[in-house]
């Protein structure tokens, strides 16, 4: 799994941490942004060459789709009490993405992946994933070095590569 899918949702967490905080972010595997359980944010990642990337970030700022138009509750950010302009969101994301990929270059994505396991939406409980049509239940343990879930059944540990998580 790419290391830019883990700076792009970590620097998503910390720019909201800091125009909003208090508020309790969390990330579900490997990029949803959640705020008390409910989706804020989506990330989505193309390769659009072999050399470059297009990063798409929808973050909810003064509203969110209708509970009935959607799998999961999902919130906004004027909703929970914090009026915050695109531009100042914008601006303190770029930083905190500047910071984080300087950070991966330098220190390897371990240390981003400590950062994002910091922000781990059920980290320790029990999930469900949808891989490839197939329902997997087990305890969500982490990530591993590359990025993969890992999901504890009974006594084997799972490494899951692509899937949706449920709670």
């Not at 967490?13 to 972010?25: F, N, T, Y």
């Not at 992946?113 to 999930?127: P, Q, S, T, V």
């Amino acid at each position: 799994m790419s290391d830019l899918v883990f700076i792009v949702a970590v620097s998503v967490a910390e720019a909201l941490s800091s125009v909003a905080q208090g508020i309790d972010i969390a990330i579900k595997w490997p990029n949803d942004i959640l705020v008390s359980g409910a989706k804020i944010c989506g990330i989505l990642i193309e390769g659009a060459s072999s050399e470059t990337v297009v990063i798409g970030i929808g973050i909810n700022l003064v509203s969110a789709p209708p509970a009935d138009q959607i799998m999961y509750p999902a919130v906004d950010l004027l909703s929970l009490g914090f009026r915050v302009e695109r531009e100042t969101l914008l601006k303190a994301y770029l930083s905190y993405f500047d910071a984080n990929i300087k950070q991966c270059h330098e220190q390897g994505f371990q240390s981003i992946r400590d950062k994002w396991l910091r922000y781990a939406f059920n980290l320790g409980k029990n999930i469900k994933i949808n891989s490839g049509g197939k329902i997997l239940e087990g305890i969500f343990k982490g990530v591993d070095e590359k990025g993969f879930l890992l999901l504890k059944q009974d006594e084997t540990i799972t490494r899951i590569t692509v899937g949706d998580v449920f709670v």
